[in-house]
């Protein structure tokens, strides 16, 4: 059953006054973000958005989202048109967005407050997540006293706490090291296959993408709209070893192949994108 | 002997008032200098002690307090409530800023003419001046508060439903605050300013910018000296307390990444 089903979404932008851009020789002062998405996805799977920067990912995701809404075609959650933020739907951003004036646990709770979940009730579901992702002891901490891993561990625990159906996740380990961001996939992907929730990850990472996807839906050059979609025949549940073995070299070159081609275009095109006339 | 960091601190930070004091009593006792343009420390020191045991002293200091307080409050509930208008309404910022970008331009003191012609030589117009000496700040930094607050927190308020006076209350000016007491605290000190200006400008008994006037008036600088220290002394005072009640209020400190 197809949770989300986008439908030739079209997303034009205006630039500021002045700015122009250069589209196959025309130029306009609209910038075309997304060029005719179409995309389901399953209730319960992993999807991972990959493409070049500008492609549009993120544009997608806020329309899924109903943070922002499409200049043509339409987004269905659960066979309704998306045209508001849902309650069905989480949001983890690449920039952590949580509260300085709240502690780790109160940011958890945010989302339920508004919900109307009493106090115990919140803060129950609030510890538990903070179990979940090893953070029992930080729970009184502000956010300028934990790392970043840690930040980004309780903006997906405030995430989770609502039980969205939809996890929407705009790049969220890309300002993390290397090394942290391995354990947080590994952490996430155990805490998502212990669930039924449906992700939408965007991310620039090939291996992040390889890792975590049921599938990896490669996104266009702009106008971004769906090149390919490939399934990734990895095991799960999944453990971080997966990534030195031959199958995922094997998942990691089908990627690259459906990609490379898109990221030359979208290098191409950033030569003659922005003009700033006079 | 170890000396902690905070006696360190002081000690440092009164280097330059003793070192001062020394100099400027040797120049004073010298003789090089006439003692009504620069009186001793020593003579600073008595006239202090004599205002201090004067009953009247103390109600210069209570009628100076009364017109800071009174024009830093208005100030400063009127100067959030005016950035936070124009920080929320583009229409209203549309409306309303160029007038104040240009209105906050004209040194206040540039006003007094005018306020005196409108409002006489009262209580009112020393008020006003030190209103609109504190409205400015706060309504700046207020205002830019609340437009640097991250895109990210309006984007989940509106995912889990947080919008009108909710979305104000419980995001929006947490996340400008530290902005706000920024200006709070530069209100303070501009009202401190204008409070001399409106005391010294527009005629008064009571004040502590009228034992200044009166010193200049009688040749005696060391009450003129000694209204500068009180005023001083009171400002610093004040400044350190709405400080402390800032960070009191800032829990959880503001270290925002820049994206």
Redesign the interface.
């Known amino acids: 059953m197809d949770i989300i089903v986008a439908k030739d979404v079209r997303k034009k932008f205006k630039l500021k006054h002045g700015q122009q851009v250069k589209n196959n020789g025309i130029v306009s002062n609209e910038i075309d973000a997304l060029g005719g998405f179409d995309l389901n996805i399953k209730k319960g799977e992993f999807l991972v958005l990959v493409g070049p920067s500008g492609s549009g990912k993120s544009v997608f995701l806020d329309i899924v989202?109903?943070?922002s809404t499409p200049t043509s075609g339409v987004v269905y959650l659960d066979d309704k048109p998306v045209d508001?933020?849902s309650?069905k739907?989480?949001?983890v951003?690449?920039?952590y967005?949580l509260?300085?004036?709240?502690?780790a646990l109160s940011n958890i709770e945010?989302?339920l407050?508004?919900?109307g979940v009493v106090k115990e009730e919140r803060v129950k579901i609030a510890r538990e997540l903070l179990s979940l992702f090893g953070l029992s002891d930080f729970e009184d901490r502000?956010?300028?006293q934990l790392s970043g891993g840690m930040q980004q561990r309780v903006a997906i625990a405030r995430a989770l706490a609502?039980k969205p159906e939809v996890l929407l996740m705009d790049e969220p380990f890309a300002?993390l090291d290397a090394q942290t961001r391995e354990i947080l996939q590994n952490e996430l992907i155990r805490i998502w296959e212990g669930t039924d929730t449906t992700v939408i990850f965007v991310t620039h990472s090939i291996d992040e993408a390889v890792f975590l996807a049921d599938r990896v839906a490669v996104v266009t050059a702009r106008p971004g709209k769906i090149k390919e979609i490939i399934e990734i025949d990895l095991p799960r549940p999944r453990h971080g070893d997966i990534r030195s073995c031959s199958a995922f070299a094997a998942n990691r070159h089908k990627v690259w192949g459906a990609l490379k081609a898109e990221v030359n275009k979208a290098q191409q095109d950033w030569k003659h994108a922005p003009v700033n006339s006079k | 002997m170890t000396i902690s960091n905070k006696t360190k601190a002081f000690l440092g930070s009164s280097i330059v008032p003793l070192l001062l004091v020394i100099v400027w009593q040797y120049v004073a006792s010298s003789g090089y200098v006439a003692s009504f343009i620069l009186p001793s420390p020593n003579q600073i020191i008595k006239t202090f002690v004599t205002n201090f045991v004067e009953k009247e002293y103390a109600l210069h200091i209570a009628a100076s307090l009364k017109r800071v307080l009174i024009g830093f409050l208005i100030g400063t509930v009127s100067g959030f409530s005016f950035g936070l208008l124009m920080g929320l309404s583009r229409t209203a910022e549309k409306i309303f800023g160029p007038f104040f970008n240009v209105i906050r331009q004209v040194p206040i003191i540039g006003f007094i003419p005018l306020i005196i012609m409108w409002f006489g030589v009262t209580e009112l117009p020393r008020i006003i001046i030190i209103t609109v000496a504190a409205f400015y700040p706060v309504t700046l930094n207020t205002f830019a508060g609340i437009r640097n607050v991250p895109k990210e927190y309006f984007e989940l308020s509106s995912v889990y439903g947080y919008k009108g006076l909710k979305l104000i209350r419980r995001i929006v000016i947490p996340a400008a605050l530290p902005s706000i007491t920024t200006g709070i605290t530069l209100a303070l000190g501009m009202s401190w300013a204008m409070l001399m200006a409106a005391e010294l400008f527009i005629q008064t008994y009571f004040g502590i910018g009228t034992r200044i006037q009166l010193g200049r008036d009688k040749f005696n600088m060391a009450l003129v000296i000694v209204g500068i220290i009180t005023v001083g002394a009171l400002g610093f005072f004040m400044t350190t307390i709405v400080e402390q009640l800032a960070k009191a209020l800032d829990r959880g400190k503001i270290i925002r990444k820049e994206t």
């Open positions: 989202g109903g943070l508001a933020p309650e739907t989480g949001y951003f690449q920039q967005a509260f300085p004036w709240r502690t945010f989302g407050e508004s919900r502000y956010p300028y609502t300002a």
